[in-house]
């Protein structure tokens, strides 16, 4: 009897020490996202200038956001560059994925590619940004010198200066540091699907696309969902991208004609130079719950296909 | 067994390695970040130890700084570094560490020390516009109060710069050692040719109010030559009065006409088209430069690289050339073209403008935090009150001008070869006396940017006049719902 309630004892301190392991985690997690997620959402709610007591504001600032025609804008800003970059980060990711899981073409040296796919992923973004801006400069910039080399403009295109292009560039950018880790994803996706699937379809004599389109396409669902979602919170709170590639000194930041300054800026400009802290809370908040519903729509609309 | 330990002990070894080494680095960054301060600690120690302190340990930093010997000072610009070096000789038991911050990040990074209740920086500092926030969140010192009771040297310092360091009670917390009235440098030998004289007074007149700017800028055009580089040189004059009155924004006829001034500038081809403190620019103040086209000021025809003089003289080859009449700037801008005017110096005069005004200025406090208040202020008056100083930093920076009145009376008549022999000193302290405070608020910033970029949005003609106020008064109605806007 005294032996197991020994055992017992040791175990318990074991499960302890346990405890002690994850402390270090635990304890920077509350420190810098826990305590920051709540005070920022207590900061919504007051009127608060950097320093002094925050005064009460009630839901002022909520309303605030909500009449902010400049809110409105960045947010449709920020969709429409996310919105080109998914089309084309997922469209990439899918294809390759296509191409790979293929058991006729049985294409080798998957790690090598998978690696290569998501180098970019590995470059800070500040380098990428300061990259591109070089690359793509209007006079000076590669891009265009080969361009008018081949003939294919006669003029050189102002990448980052016009309204036209500078959104699509951000959202190229994007699409080209990302579509790498939804590769891997869909790849995992496919590999978890059974291999006997494919065969019996084959012994049934589906073709390729049919095969594509009853059993790749719906098995690899929940992993789009699980991409597409990510992508989607990422992709609302873009900031590094655009802020670095069109000139990050507050006044200029967004240029050009504002068609680059997406809510994260908007929400930098009250936070750290006009010093509303209140309001820069706020549109946190109301961008936090605006990825939140959109998710849910995402997971029921999808969910429900399933079904 | 024993292996699991010796490995245990190692990890544990290299955390706290670790640990110690973040710490070290900590400490590190900050003194590294001017070598006055490692040069200073180590004056510091050597002297603490000449005053036969009584055992040789305490001669260590920790009582250097518990007996006030460190003084932390983070500051705008690089002004204060040398004010520290030159500190540091006369007072060799005194280490300061001067950190620079970048205008940008400056109000943050302040604001998150001080709401974090750090005893360090000792010594803030602050732009006119930033102030107003410092003043009531009460992170300067109350320097009227005892034992600094800074109101007795009052009458020592320019009117408006003692005013700028009060806050809205009246209690002073933050003093300047500089003065930075607006002025309009200008050509003389262009003067000469185009208008037969180069008497400053005569001059002023050519600038006077913005129609007969424009009329000045057609007859200099006629001779070849452009009044501005950019056009933008006036606005440190513009604005009648403040851009918020009463929590009222307020646009008054000064700011429309600046504006109606830029436009005509832009449109009619007056300038070189070179925006303020790129190449061209610079250039301009050394003689002949190639008139920009307008998109390429605007960025819109980046074919011309204004940032990189090789690249640009490359670009600019086979264009126009012109040389420009005129620059506006503040006093500090004496500094600017000592370093640009290269074989022109000496053909410049400097005039008033169309109003009086000023630009930017470094105010100096302690803060309120502060563990070494005594010192602290001590560096102060040395920045700002000392006439020894003062003569010194007219000296070592060959031009600006300070604040403190018998310094700024003594080299009164004092000549600058830059601007043929004129007496600058006299000048600067007359526009000083003209200089309205009361139109500085702490929405300049955000408001002028704002204004600006409308300016920006008309002349280029990518939006109507009615468009760009529009969006104007939008742009300010929902950054700053506090302010009334009457459209």
């Known amino acids: ?307 | 067994m024993k292996l699991r330990k010796l490995m245990a002990i190692m990890l544990a070894g290299t955390m706290v390695f670790g640990l110690t080494a973040c710490g070290g680095s900590g400490s590190g960054s900050s003194s590294g970040s001017n070598s006055n301060a490692d040069s200073g600690s180590a004056s510091s120690e050597a002297a603490a130890g000449d005053e036969g302190a009584s055992d040789d340990e305490s001669a260590s930093g920790d009582t250097a700084s518990a007996a006030g010997e460190k003084l932390v000072v983070w500051t705008l610009a690089k002004d204060l570094e040398t004010f520290a070096e030159h500190y540091m000789e006369s007072h060799p038991d005194v280490a300061i560490e001067t950190v620079v911050i970048e205008p940008a990040n400056y109000v943050t990074k302040v604001q998150t020390a001080l709401n974090g209740g750090q005893k360090e920086p000792d010594i803030i500092v602050g732009e006119p516009q930033m102030l107003e926030d410092f003043y009531d969140a009460g992170y300067f010192e109350d320097l009227n109060q005892a034992p600094y009771n800074a109101q007795d040297y009052a009458d020592q310092i320019v009117d408006y710069v003692w005013e700028v360091g009060q806050d809205a009670d009246g209690i002073q917390r933050a003093i300047s050692y500089q003065i930075t009235p607006a002025g309009i440098y200008y050509r003389r030998d262009i003067a000469q040719e185009v208008f037969g004289t180069e008497d400053p007074d005569e001059i002023g007149k050519l600038f006077a109010d913005y129609p007969t700017i424009l009329d000045t800028a057609q007859k200099l055009k006629s001779k070849g030559y452009r009044i501005f580089a950019s056009d933008a040189e006036i606005s440190y004059f513009s604005g009648d009065s403040a851009w918020v009155i009463d929590g009222v924004l307020n646009v008054d006829q000064g700011r429309y006409d600046y504006q109606d001034l830029c436009v005509s500038l832009y449109q009619d081809d007056l300038t070189a088209y070179a925006n303020q403190w790129s190449t061209p620019w610079y250039q301009a103040m050394a003689g002949e430069v190639p008139i920009l086209s307008a998109d390429i000021q605007n960025y819109a025809d980046d074919s011309v690289n204004v940032w990189d003089a090789e690249q640009f003289a490359e670009a600019t080859e086979g264009m126009d050339k012109t040389e420009v009449f005129a620059f506006g700037l503040p006093s500090w801008g004496v500094l600017t073209m000592r370093d640009n005017v290269q074989d022109t110096s000496g053909k410049w005069g400097v005039c008033a403008g169309p109003a009086y005004g000023f630009g930017g200025g470094t105010f100096i406090g302690i803060s309120s935090q502060s563990e070494r208040k005594d010192l602290a202020w001590d560096f102060l008056k040395f920045c700002t009150l000392d006439e020894e100083t003062s003569n010194w930093w007219i000296e070592v920076s060959e031009g600006d001008t300070v604040s403190l009145i018998p310094v700024l009376e003594a080299h009164a008549e004092d000549p600058n070869s830059v601007y043929g022999g004129q007496q600058l000193y006299k000048f600067w302290l007359e526009q000083a006396k003209g200089i309205d405070y009361s139109k500085v608020t702490r929405y300049d910033k955000a408001i002028g940017d704002a204004w600006a970029s409308a300016t920006t949005s008309i002349k280029t003609g990518e939006k109507t006049k009615e468009e760009a106020l529009a969006e104007f008064y939008d742009v300010i109605e929902s950054t700053y719902p506090e302010i009334t806007v009457n459209r």
């Open chain 1, 1 to 307: 009897m005294a032996k197991t309630s020994a055992v017992k004892t040791k175990k318990r301190d074991i499960n302890r020490i346990a405890y002690l392991f994850v402390l270090p985690f635990i304890i920077v997690f509350l420190v810098f996202s826990v305590y920051p997620v709540l005070r920022t959402f207590y900061l919504s709610f007051m009127n608060y200038k950097g320093y002094g007591d925050p005064t009460w504001a009630g839901l002022d600032n909520y309303v605030r956001v909500v009449k902010d025609k400049f809110f409105w804008r960045d947010l449709l800003n920020t969709i429409k560059i996310w919105g080109v970059n998914i089309i084309l980060q997922l469209g990439l990711a899918f294809l390759l994925t296509v191409i790979f899981s293929d058991i006729k073409y049985k294409i080798r040296g998957l790690a090598v590619f998978r690696a290569v796919y998501y180098l970019p992923n590995l470059i800070a973004a500040t380098s990428v940004a300061f990259l591109f801006k070089t690359l793509l400069d209007w006079k000076y910039g590669s891009f265009n010198q080969i361009l008018m080399g081949l003939g294919i403009t006669q003029q050189q295109v102002n990448w980052l200066g016009s309204t036209a292009t500078a959104p699509y560039v951000i959202s190229v950018l994007g699409a080209w540091m990302w579509f790498g880790n939804s590769f891997i994803m869909l790849m995992a996706g496919v590999q978890g699907i059974p291999k006997d699937y494919f065969e019996a379809a084959a012994i049934d004599g589906a073709g390729r696309w049919k095969v594509f389109a009853k059993i790749t396409l719906p098995l690899l669902r929940p992993i789009m969902l699980y991409v597409f979602v990510t992508s989607l919170i990422g992709g609302l709170q873009l900031f590094d991208l655009p802020f670095l590639m069109n000139g990050a000194a507050p006044g200029t930041a967004g240029e050009p004609a504002g068609s680059l300054q997406t809510v994260v800026m908007y929400l930098y400009k009250f936070g750290f130079e006009t010093h509303q802290v209140g309001y820069a809370s706020a549109i946190a908040y109301t961008l936090f719950f605006i990825i939140l519903i959109v998710s849910i729509i995402q997971f029921k609309t999808i969910g429900k296909e399933e079904d």
